[in-house]
């Protein structure tokens, strides 16, 4: 086996791993800050940790590499490769923990995403693809920083809860709908029910609308509806974390 660009060498040498180790962390403060910044669970001191892992499975597997195989006097077979699988796997378990789901909301996914590939990241450079790992820091750090920009103008499909007081003497909160359809949303029937407490009635609508997640929820139609029901409650229920 001969030393290439893209192969483990099979004997790395001290300077080499410690060059190793610093570029996995290096990675991983740098995406850690993306997380760290937007108030996720997974932030900088997570991501360093689990890139770190990640390399030092990998620097293990490099070490081990010249013994594995099988000898001749022996029936087993050592796969090093179940190193770098088993992080893997385990982190499959790390992502599903920061993933929450709260009725029709689900939160964390791109949590999750950034943990799998700050692994991936942390495997090339323990693996000593030290090229590969820094063009997919570089690629990664884009996508959490630059894209999130881009993606924040994208219109978007958007709901949230609504919830007015049905009062015999108001307008008909049936004729919401219509008045939503003007200000380009929709809304639909969902339930209805009693106020804790005071046990006035409520009537509860799903509102959708599609505009730019900067732009925020339709003020203009509450505003509206502030003016011709008693709103008692309104609640964005689409994740607007990433």
Known sequence: MTDTPNAMPLYPTWPDILLRLLLTMLAGA??????????????????????????????????????GGRTSDSFGVMDLMRLPLGILTGVGFIGAGAIFRRRDLVAGVTTAATLWVITVIGLCFGGGQLELGIIATALATFTLWALKWIDLRLPREQRGMLAIRDRPDGPGVFELPGIAARYGCRAYFHRQDREPGNGEPRVWFEIAWKRAEIAGPPLDLLERIEKQYVMASFEVTTDTRH
Request: aromatic share 0%.
């Open 30 to 67: 740098i995406i850690g800050l993306n997380r760290g910044t937007r108030g996720e669970a997974a932030g900088l001191r997570t991501t360093i940790l689990v890139a770190l892992a990640a390399s030092v499975a990998m620097i293990q597997a490099n070490i081990l590499l010249p013994i």
